[in-house]
């Protein structure tokens, strides 16, 4: 049965240069987790907009990409971009491509990569400059295969980095010891660095009150 789908209009600006780029996201009314936009993902979205000149003709792999909101502003802005979900849920794949094909996007690779799993599409996988992930780190117990992913991918691709966004949903949860173990490094973005400290960003009004962080993390190198 056809899912009932909605359509959500994003529209990044920049007073400065008065640039502007409007994308439109398919959402299917569907509790699942990769079926809409969720209030990090347009954080993340605005650190690709505001970063838009260093992405342009660069390699970006987007992870738990969903609807894909990052990853579809990173390949209108130039990037050459590689979405991915769980291989295990193909609807969420089938999203990845619903909002290439709203925005017009051709040459977009859409990939089923699950944290964690070394799979013969995650090895022949080209190296790669940015990995975006917009809440991925929802579950705690799927943190580890996030980052195992992650450092994977860095370490094919030492100077890469990734940039991510993530949702607090409990004071408890912490990074630190699996960053650590996983010798990865983390610098926390402040959201007002990049215009993205308001309730409403890009014309939605997401991210909303949810407590939204952002991070860069990449390979440690003073071991
Ligand atoms: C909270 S949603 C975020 C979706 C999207 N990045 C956003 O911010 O709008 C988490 C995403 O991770 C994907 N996901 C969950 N477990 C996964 C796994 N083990 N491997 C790969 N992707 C996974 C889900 O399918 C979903 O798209």
């Keep these: 049965m ?34 809409y936009v969720w209030p990090s993902a ?16 660069r390699t970006v792999l987007e992870l738990g990409a969903g609807v894909s909101l990052p990853g ?19 609807l969420c794949l089938q999203n990845c491509r619903r909002s290439c094909e709203a925005n017009g996007l051709q040459g977009v690779g859409v990939l089923g990569l699950t944290w964690g799993e070394v799979s013969p599409d995650l090895l022949l996988l080209p190296a790669v400059d940015v990995i975006l992930g917009s809440d991925v780190f929802y579950e705690p117990e799927d943190f580890e295969d996030v ?4 450092s994977f991918l860095l370490r094919r691709s030492p100077h890469a980095e990734f940039w991510t966004s993530y949702q607090l949903r409990s004071a408890d949860w912490s990074l630190e010891a699996l960053l650590h173990r996983w010798k990865l490094r983390c610098v926390h973005v402040p959201l007002s660095g990049f215009g993205a400290d308001e309730p409403e960003l890009a014309g939605s009004n997401l991210p909303g009150r949810h407590s939204v962080q952002m991070m860069v ?6 071991h």
């Design 2 to 35: 056809e899912q009932s789908r909605t359509y959500k209009l994003f529209t990044f600006k920049d007073d400065n240069s008065q640039e502007s780029l409007s994308v439109t996201i398919p959402e299917v009314l569907d509790p699942q987790f990769g079926m």
């Design 42 to 57: 347009v954080v993340l979205a605005q650190y690709v907009w505001t970063h838009r000149e260093e992405l342009r003709g």
């Design 72 to 90: 579809v502003v990173a390949a209108r802005c130039g990037a050459r971009v590689t979405l991915t979900d769980d291989s295990d849920w193909p």
């Design 147 to 150: 980052l195992l992913t992650v």
């Design 217 to 222: 993390i990449s390979l440690r190198t003073d």
